[in-house]
């Protein structure tokens, strides 16, 4: 089972950027897809993003679409999500998570493994 950890979350003005990383154990990454997702206050955690295991082919909320980038190092067991133009809507806690096989889901309960999350505030 995979273990996943997140990074580079902060605090960011309107219209910044942030690049969140996620890493992950063990040799078998590449046989994973990937999805982040994020959670703000009382609300439910939802999709952002995702990327195939190998062909790399992404999706994304529309809510993100054109702003934010989801990328994957497969030789650096690692995750990436480059995020533009941030709007204070943004804030959230983001969740890196894997999920077996070549199918990429785009709910919560496609993915059987998390990481911690990383905080991400935008002030207006």
């Known amino acids: 089972q995979v273990q996943l950890v997140e990074s580079g979350g902060g605090l960011v003005q309107a219209g910044g950027s942030l690049r969140l990383s996620c890493a992950a154990s063990?040799?078998?990454?590449?046989?994973?897809?990937m999805g982040w997702f994020r959670q703000a206050p009382g609300k439910e955690r939802e999709f952002v993003a995702a990327?195939?295991?190998?062909?790399?082919?992404?999706y994304y909320a529309d809510s993100v679409k054109g702003r934010f980038t989801i990328s994957r190092d497969n030789a650096k067991n690692s995750v990436y999500l480059q995020m533009n133009s941030l709007q204070p809507e943004d804030t959230a806690v983001y969740y890196c998570?894997?999920?077996?096989?070549?199918?990429?889901?785009?709910?919560?309960?496609?993915?059987?493994?998390w990481g911690q999350g990383t905080q991400v505030t935008v002030s207006s």
């Open positions: 998570a894997a999920r077996p096989g070549a199918t990429t889901e785009f709910y919560t309960g496609g993915y059987g493994n």
């Open positions: 063990g040799p078998t990454f590449s046989s994973y897809a």
């Open positions: 990327i195939s295991r190998i062909a790399g082919n992404t």
